[in-house]
């Protein structure tokens, strides 16, 4: 019970990793859709000073345009994959990590009535304790169908015959976790990374979309701080200061998202 309710948990943290990751990049998305909204409809050039020359503007509203058109891309992808991670993470709960409880016909496999003595061999209704060697289980890294079949026709022979049963019936994995295999994932961290596909490419290109957004919006911001300061304030230096304060977030960026 407890080994499933640690896989069931499994689950939500992977998915709330998704959920988390995508619900932040919609915020700032939100948030700087504002902000380029200001940008193009409050802060246009040319409205309270001389206009900029024609190419600068035409830059300048390509980068605008550019930034808005990544942004709407950006929180479609950030919006569905944060949908499809938790009705992805909904149907593992209820469909395949569910909690381990018996069914009525595993309860009858279980349970001990008075005529299974019937059901037994003689050897084993016959047998005086501490005289017959009772069964042992298999050694950690020993493998049972690696042996010779004289000697485990010769393990199966001490074996009583209910032991038999109830690892045949009752120790199987059907219904619960698989059997432990080394070097192997468990089952759920399988099934899971096969239903990832539904959302993987939408969170990796919201990543691509939210670059490509700040990329066009860093741009088009130091082209309107540039315009703005020369043309309006008359001030060189403000022009300049910001436009490097501009160009070394954007050259931050491309190192953490690209070449890193």
């Not at 009705?87 to 009525?104: E, K, Q």
């Not at 042996?147 to 219904?175: F, I, N, V």
Request: net charge positive; proline share 5%; aromatic share 12%.
């Amino acid at each position: 019970m407890a080994q499933a309710a640690q896989y069931r948990q499994d689950i939500r943290d992977l998915t709330a990793l998704t959920v988390t990751k995508m619900d932040t990049y919609h915020v700032i998305g939100v948030i700087f859709f504002v902000l380029n909204f200001q940008l193009i409809m409050a802060g246009r050039l040319g409205v309270h000073g001389p206009s900029p020359p024609g190419y600068i503007l035409g830059i300048y509203w390509v980068c605008s345009t550019s930034a808005l058109m990544f942004l709407c891309v950006l929180i479609w992808f950030t919006l569905h994959a944060s949908a499809r991670a938790t009705a992805g993470m909904a149907h593992m709960l209820t469909r395949s990590v569910r909690l381990p409880i018996p069914t009525p016909k595993q309860l009858d496999k279980a349970r001990r009535t008075g005529n299974m003595f019937e059901k037994q061999r003689v050897t084993d209704i016959l047998r005086v304790p501490f005289v017959v060697p009772a069964p042992k289980e298999a050694e950690e890294g020993t493998d049972p169908a690696k042996k010779s079949g004289s000697g485990k026709t010769g393990a199966q022979r001490r074996m009583p015959k209910w032991y038999q049963d109830e690892s045949k019936d009752l120790h199987t994995s059907k219904g619960g976790a698989p059997a432990a295999v080394r070097g192997a994932n468990p089952e759920h961290f399988e099934l899971y990374r096969g239903l990832q596909q539904e959302w993987a490419v939408h969170d990796c290109y919201a990543r691509i979309g939210i670059l490509y957004f700040f990329s066009h919006w860093i741009t088009a911001a130091a082209i309107y701080t540039q315009c703005h300061c020369f043309g309006e304030l008359r001030g060189i230096w403000p022009a300049w200061s910001c436009s490097v304060v501009f160009c070394t977030a954007h050259w931050c960026m491309l190192k953490l998202d690209i070449q890193e």
